[in-house]
């Protein structure tokens, strides 16, 4: 479980996220909701132990314990998994390349191979001159080559990826999803039509201002932007 707890966080001297309480239990499939700029990828950062960020207050735990102090090699230890919203291409390297180098029971994955469609661009450098659906593919499966990874943070999943991989993503989620839990961004909704979420949070500005059923959420955003979540807010104080 992962418990953010009264959580401000600053970058270049400027609050960026104002005291986010947030609890992400185990297996729980969350959605995070919120205009650009909003303070979404910064969370997901913080968790994962980005560097660039100050935190001003407040505390991230995992399964009770505190884990600001921890290196990203430890976060990931601890279960914690990400795809960014912007991947790094390493060039020179190639997942042919690492699972001939590690070893790895290609059988074994061949299946997870199947479901995502990424025989075709194994051999190629790692997401270099990917397209963005074919870059969170190959994402996911790297996480899957790492054992113990049991929160996915997955920003902006369905961004730049078409109907066709939006059903293999979802496939892939639902098939790991029984003993995982599921972190979600998304501007198209377009994976909510997939994958069944339990919980919704809404952010602006870089607070939480709602907490919702996923769907309800979505129309709501859908019908009248997140215009309706300012004023619902307006009308709250
Ligand atoms: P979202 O993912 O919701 O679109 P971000 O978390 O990327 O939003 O960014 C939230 C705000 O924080 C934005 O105004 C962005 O410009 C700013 N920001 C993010 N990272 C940094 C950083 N490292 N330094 C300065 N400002 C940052
Ligand atoms: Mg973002």
């Known amino acids: 479980m992962i418990t953010i707890k009264n959580l401000t966080v600053k970058a270049e001297g400027r609050k960026i996220l104002d005291s986010i309480n947030l609890e992400i239990k185990d297996r729980e499939k969350v959605v995070l909701f919120g205009p650009n700029g909003c303070g979404k990828s910064t969370l997901f950062r913080v968790i994962m132990g980005m560097n660039e960020y100050k935190v001003a207050k407040g505390d991230v735990l995992v399964n009770g314990k505190s884990i600001l102090s921890r290196s990203i090699d430890e976060r990931v230890k601890l279960g914690l998994g990400y795809v960014a919203q912007k991947s790094v291409s390493i060039k020179g390297v190639t997942l042919e390349g690492l699972i001939d180098q590690y070893d790895l029971d290609y059988d074994k994955i061949k299946n997870i191979i199947d479901t995502l469609d990424i025989d075709s661009f194994l051999h190629r450098d790692i997401n270099y001159n990917l397209s963005g659906g074919e870059t ?54 377009a994976i909510l039509q997939a994958l069944k979420m339990d919980t919704a949070y809404v952010m602006l500005e870089g607070k939480i201002v709602c907490t919702r059923d996923p769907i309800e ?19 709250k104080k």
């Open 136 to 189: 969170k593919r190959l994402e996911l499966f790297t996480l899957s080559l790492m054992d113990g990874i049991y929160t996915y943070l997955l920003d902006e999943l369905d961004s730049g990826v078409d109907l066709e991989n939006i059903g293999r993503i979802s496939n892939y989620l639902k098939s790991i999803s029984k003993d995982r839990s599921l972190v979600i961004t998304t501007h198209t909704g």
């Open 217 to 235: 959420t979505w129309e709501c955003i859908k019908s009248g932007g997140y215009d309706n979540c300012v004023n619902c807010e307006k009308r």
